[in-house]
């Protein structure tokens, strides 16, 4: 897997695994759990993780909808 992009804005994350998976791009969202340890303060950016073979075609349709990858 590879890191595609990192936010703390839950809705932006919500929004990109949207369109990654309505473009058929397998999607994982990493650091869902740190919610936890930092008491759902957002302080923490969760990141979503996409194939090698996947990320050209998956960084396209974020900046086609202006989605920042934030690294």
């Given at each position: ?32 759990n740190m919610s936890v ?35």
């Open positions: 897997m590879k890191e595609l992009m990192r936010s703390t804005d839950m809705t932006v994350i919500a929004f990109a695994t949207a369109l990654l998976r309505g473009e058929d791009i397998d999607c994982f969202e990493m650091d869902v340890l930092e008491g759902s303060i957002g302080i923490f950016p969760r990141r979503v993780m996409v194939r090698p073979d996947d990320y050209d075609a998956a960084v396209r349709v974020l900046r086609d909808n202006e989605i920042p990858l934030g690294m």
